[in-house]
Antibody, heavy 121, light 111 residues
Framework: EVQLLESGGGLVQPGGSLRLSCAAS????????MNWVRQAPGKGLEWVSAISASGGSTYHADSVKGRFTTSRDNSKNTLYLQMNSLRAEDTAVYYC??????????????WGQGSLVTVSS | QSALTQPASVSGSPGQSITISCTGT?????????VSWYQQHPGKAPKLMIF???SRPSGVSNRFSGSKSDHTASLTISGLQAEDEAYYYC???????????FGGGTKLTVL
């Protein structure tokens, strides 16, 4: 069974940093692109970032570009999201999601259970 | 303001069919066949229902179908069931600096 388990969320002050992790199991992690998608409280889904299977290519939404970095360790079957210079508007549940191929192609399946990040003083 | 436009809500009675639209531009829905639809129940993670405009993942009921015409994608649910009541989001590949865009979501109410 394919499983994704996020961790690392919590309360952080504006301007602070946080690193989310997503541990994958049940599939060949190194063969698939991965994504981060977030959902602010009571709001819709917002794509945050994608990374190719090899980790050689990354893509980020304009809203997080320059502040967030996406990486992966295929030897540990783990995806990361390093979040710096956090703002109140970054408050959301962050989901990791497996893509449908080695290159991002917008077929996110499955999704993890989500990790809540709250940015507040 | 979301990049893709969806109706805020739709409703239907059990057994009926409903269609949810998702309107974009030539830079996203109209330009690529990488359109997906997700179902989200309250407090749960989203679930992929349709990808590549009209393909269904294994395990998704054939009551769910997708299509596209010009810049508008559509999700049709036939034979509505109570368990279909949820939020539905469309998403598309985009040629903009943001790789993927989502619609604002549609709340489906089964009357």
């Amino acid at each position: 069974e394919v499983q994704l388990l996020e961790s690392g969320g919590g309360l952080v002050q504006p301007g602070g940093s946080l690193r989310l992790s997503c541990a994958a199991s049940g599939f060949t992690f190194s063969s698939y692109a991965m994504n981060w998608v977030r959902q602010a409280p009571g709001k819709g889904l917002e794509w945050v970032s994608a990374i190719s299977a090899s980790g050689g290519s990354t893509y980020h939404a304009d809203s997080v570009k320059g502040r967030f970095t996406t990486s992966r360790d295929n030897s540990k079957n783990t995806l990361y999201l390093q979040m710096n210079s956090l703002r109140a508007e970054d408050t959301a549940v962050y989901y990791c999601a497996k893509d449908g191929s080695s290159w991002p192609n917008n077929a996110f399946d499955p999704w993890g259970q989500g990790s809540l990040v709250t940015v507040s003083s | 303001q979301s990049a893709l436009t969806q109706p805020a809500s739709v409703s239907g009675s059990p057994g009926q069919s409903i269609t949810i639209s998702c309107t974009g531009t030539s830079n996203d829905v109209g330009g690529y066949n990488y359109v997906s639809w997700y179902q989200q129940h309250p407090g749960k993670a989203p679930k992929l229902m349709i990808f590549d405009v009209s393909s269904r993942p294994s395990g998704v009921s054939n009551r769910f179908s997708g299509s596209k015409s010009d810049h508008t994608a559509s999700l049709t649910i036939s034979g509505l069931q109570a368990e279909d009541e949820a939020y539905y989001y469309c998403s598309s590949y985009t040629s903009s600096s943001t790789l993927v865009v989502f619609g604002g979501g549609t709340k489906l109410t089964v009357l």
